[in-house]
């Protein structure tokens, strides 16, 4: 008989897990599929992920965590900085305050119901509620909706939510500055 203990912690919560981000510098992660592997903090590199452009970059931090529906007991939170192009990013803030004005503009509509007539009431609450719900929508579409999909102690946040083809920008990216450091390094070691 083997001598098993049923309730033993487990390698994850000991921290012998096989992917570990602990005492790593931000630029640290690992891609695997549509997966970001990551420490509490990640900094990708300056390309865009939308375009791949490298030029004119803004940098765009978010905050991640569990989804509000998932029952956690521990809500963890990982910060990742990311880079998009100025224009796209500009772009953006515009699309996210027309949204919100949408939004405003229907509370304000069901404000305004109190003081009209009771046929007018119902268009304007109605109106009003679907304003609401399409700038809610459309502010929730325009953005990048990461989540954190697992958490393996000590330090290690699976991120989901990239564009594919971001990632994969990304990881050539990375293979080609491995590349290129493995190249230098045996260029310098050759010359002495």
């Not at 509370?107 to 304007?124: C, D, K, M, P, Y």
Request: hydrophobic residues 40%; charged residues 20%.
């Amino acid at each position: 008989m083997q001598d098993v203990n049923p309730y033993a912690v487990s390698q994850h919560c000991r921290g012998d897990a096989d992917v570990c981000f602990e005492g790593e510098p931000a630029t640290s992660f690992r891609i695997i599929d549509d997966l970001l592997i990551c420490g509490r903090r990640v900094e990708l590199p300056k390309i865009c992920l939308d375009t791949g452009v490298t030029d004119d970059l803004v940098q765009v931090e978010q905050k991640t965590q569990f989804p509000s529906f998932k029952l956690v007991i521990v809500q963890r939170e990982c910060k990742v900085v990311f880079w998009r192009t100025r224009q796209l990013q500009r772009r953006r803030v515009l699309q996210n305050a027309a949204w919100s004005s949408v939004a405003v503009l229907g509370i304000a509509g069901l404000l305004v119901t109190a003081q009209l007539s009771e046929t007018v009431q119902a268009i304007t609450g109605l109106t009003g509620f679907l304003a609401i719900g399409i700038g809610l929508t459309g502010l929730t579409a325009n953005s990048l909706r990461l989540s954190l999909v697992r958490f393996q102690a000590p330090n290690t946040y699976w991120i989901r939510g990239f564009p594919k083809v971001g990632l994969a920008r990304i990881s050539a990216w990375q293979q080609a500055e491995s590349t290129s450091t493995h190249n230098r390094t045996s260029a310098q070691s050759r010359t002495r």
